[in-house]
């Protein structure tokens, strides 16, 4: 039987985004993020979640240093007077060409952690989809999104037998209640049965919206993006 926390949000969720991973990453590229299309997602996401982002400087929140990208940019006085608020969204997105070799290779999702290449496989996977969404989570704060990364396997996240078991949602909630946008992935997670499996993107998105009813639903596939209701979706993802 499925346990999941039912959380207090104390405003409604306008919508839930689910990032393809064939749309975020080059696919035939190990672990390589399709920058350009993740730039133009995270400013055109910037302008439906922060109020009055159109006509004003972008504060960015990524405040360290990048490969080949000089010194750090942060000016404090930006921040001053300034409201950062932010609507109810949430993003969840998937590993394109992050995880899917390490998952593969090891057969996390059949699980048996008690076989070595199972276990190493496991720690593999969660190192390159937790990769990812820290460049997710840097490039969305870099348009001045207050977003936060939040992994399945840490927030307790279950499966038995490779079905939704456990998903405590607290931490979403408490999250979005202050003002902060959940980047939320697909993640290797245990199994009560198997030991082990991986959580999809898509899996993660059908619970979220059943238990947080959004008022949109907004997939971005390999440059094509379609938003239905949420009880259109509802319909279609059961």
């Known amino acids: 039987m499925e346990d999941t926390t039912a959380p207090s949000v104390t405003k409604p969720i306008r919508c839930i985004v ?7 990453t080059c696919k035939n590229e190990l672990e390589k993020i399709n920058e350009e299309t993740v730039d133009i997602v995270s400013s055109q996401l910037r302008e439906a979640m922060v109020t009055g982002s159109s006509s004003r400087k972008v504060l960015g929140m990524d405040w360290s240093t990048r490969p080949g990208k000089p010194g750090i940019s942060c000016d404090a006085d930006d921040f001053e007077d300034r409201n950062l608020d932010s609507s109810s969204f949430i993003v969840v997105h998937g590993a394109g060409s992050f995880g899917h ?20 496989g496991f720690v593999a996977t969660r190192i390159s989809v937790t990769t990812l969404n820290l460049e997710i989570v840097r490039a969305l704060a870099r348009e001045g999104i207050p977003s936060i990364g939040l992994s399945p396997f840490s927030c307790g996240w279950t499966t038995s037998e490779r079905n939704m078991a456990s998903a ?8 979005i209640n202050s003002g902060f946008i959940p980047v939320l992935h697909g993640d290797a997670v245990l199994d009560d ?19 947080l009813k959004p008022e949109y639903v907004v ?20």
């Open 168 to 175: 405590d949602l607290s931490m979403v909630a408490r999250a």
């Open 193 to 211: 049965l198997q030991g082990c499996t991986i959580l999809s993107g898509d899996v993660i998105i059908r619970h979220l919206a059943a238990y």
């Open 219 to 238: 997939f971005l596939v390999s440059f094509f993006c379609d938003m239905v209701s949420y009880n259109h979706f509802l319909d279609r993802a059961l």
């Open 101 to 120: 070799f390490q998952a593969s290779k090891s057969a996390v999702h059949k699980g048996g952690l008690n076989k070595p290449l199972v276990k190493a």
């Open 18 to 24: 689910k990032l393809g991973g064939a749309a975020i």
